[in-house]
């Protein structure tokens, strides 16, 4: 799709992603904000700023572990009450398989609760794959904290 529209006259750019397409998309927490765990409710993968999420609770997803009572389920079931935690560490990671190769624009995470925002992600990289084995970093955050409850943007 063009990222290119016409206004007037003008030439805008879309809100498109125009970065380089992947099968498989990676979020790798590097450190979390010093909680037991990271802790996560929701995880959007869009290709466009404010789209649709190209993920839905059908959508492969595989993480480094999984609390019981937090699965990795409910990352993706679009529910901002449900959470997913690592059951280990302050690190951990989860990737989706959107099926065919794409190019997104923007990661949306929800955070954790009040109480445990420290188990938020602090540092990590959104990494893409074609084979779910071998990644290239498409973006990296670092110092990320959270307020309780946070849904935040990340540009790719
Ligand atoms: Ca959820």
């Given at each position: 799709?063009?990222?290119?529209?016409?206004?007037?006259?003008?030439?805008?750019?879309?809100?498109?992603?125009?970065?380089?397409a992947?099968?498989?998309?990676?979020?790798?927490?590097?450190?979390?904000?010093?909680?037991?765990?990271?802790?996560?409710?929701?995880?959007?993968?869009?290709?466009?700023?404010?789209?649709?999420?190209?993920?839905?609770?059908?959508?492969?997803?595989?993480?480094?572990?999984?609390?019981?009572?937090?699965?990795?389920?409910?990352?993706?079931?679009?529910?901002?009450?449900?959470?997913?935690?690592?059951?280990?560490?302050?690190?951990?990671?989860?990737?989706?398989?959107?099926?065919?190769?794409?190019?997104?624009a923007?990661?949306?995470?929800?955070?954790?609760?009040?109480?445990?925002?420290?188990?938020?992600?602090?540092?990590?990289?959104?990494?893409?794959?074609?084979?779910?084995?071998?990644?290239?970093t498409?973006?990296?955050?670092?110092?990320?904290?959270?307020?309780?409850?946070?849904?935040?943007?990340?540009?790719?």
């Amino acid at each position: 799709m063009s990222g290119l529209i016409g206004h007037r006259g003008l030439l805008l750019r879309a809100a498109a992603a125009t970065g380089t397409a992947y099968r498989y998309w990676r979020v790798n927490v590097t450190l979390n904000n010093g909680g037991s765990f990271v802790t996560l409710h929701d995880a959007q993968f869009r290709a466009e700023l404010g789209g649709s999420d190209l993920t839905s609770p059908s959508t492969p997803i595989v993480a480094s572990s999984q609390h019981a009572t937090a699965p990795l389920s409910n990352l993706i079931d679009n529910s901002l009450v449900t959470s997913w935690s690592t059951n280990t560490a302050s690190t951990g990671w989860f990737y989706v398989d959107l099926g065919t190769a794409q190019s997104l624009a923007q990661l949306v995470l929800t955070g954790p609760d009040s109480g445990f925002t420290n188990r938020g992600p602090r540092n990590f990289t959104v990494d893409g794959s074609d084979n779910a084995s071998s990644w290239t970093t498409v973006q990296s955050f670092t110092a990320v904290t959270w307020v309780a409850s946070e849904t935040k943007a990340f540009a790719l």
